[in-house]
């Protein structure tokens, strides 16, 4: 599968990356139903930071972010799992599918860390060159400003009333 494909599945929620049961059971080629009756089986193995369900203000939130929706109408909020929430799913599911599935959607995974990594180390490198050029940036303010205030300087002294003998021409 395509890994743009699998990176659009993945959200945010609760500043934990997740995918949601009904995107999951897609990728495995079974129902949610299927898919979430297996994980209440084995409940002891997805605590809450391998899985939760959202809140209803949380799926509204999310579904406002979909133009269109692939799903129909459910009754029941969905489930968000985490990246080793993911990885559990492999000993629940063991489906060939299944466990293709979960390599491949675990390195979606790594591969938006690896991102994250080299985004944090992009926004250190502009913070450093911020501070560089605003020091720069003050420096050329403040002799522009010098500069503008020599020549209103000079202007002020070429147009004040001379007093004195004036040559008048002949």
């Known amino acids: 599968m395509e890994q743009a494909i699998l990176l659009s599945k993945i959200f945010t ?34 605590p809450s930071d391998f899985m939760f369900q959202l809140t209803q203000e949380e799926w509204s939130n999310l579904r406002s972010q979909f133009v269109t ?38 390195r979606a995974f790594i591969a938006l860390r690896e991102v994250g990594m080299h985004y944090h180390e992009l926004a250190v490198k502009i913070k450093e060159l911020e501070k560089e050029y605003n020091r720069q940036f003050a420096d050329i303010y403040e002799a522009l400003k010098i500069l503008l205030e020599d020549k209103q300087q000079r202007g002020d002294f070429a147009s004040r009333t001379r007093i004195g003998f004036k040559n008048e021409p002949d």
């Open 13 to 46: 929620i609760r500043g934990a990356r997740i995918m949601l049961d009904v995107d999951i059971a897609g990728l495995y080629e079974v129902q949610t139903k299927t898919l979430n009756q297996a994980v209440k089986r084995n409940f002891d193995r997805f």
């Open 69 to 106: 929706t692939s799903w129909g109408g459910s009754r029941y909020l969905p489930y968000a799992f985490t990246e080793h929430g993911i990885t559990m799913l492999a000993s629940v599911l063991k489906s060939e599918k299944a466990i293709k599935m979960n390599i491949a959607i675990v």
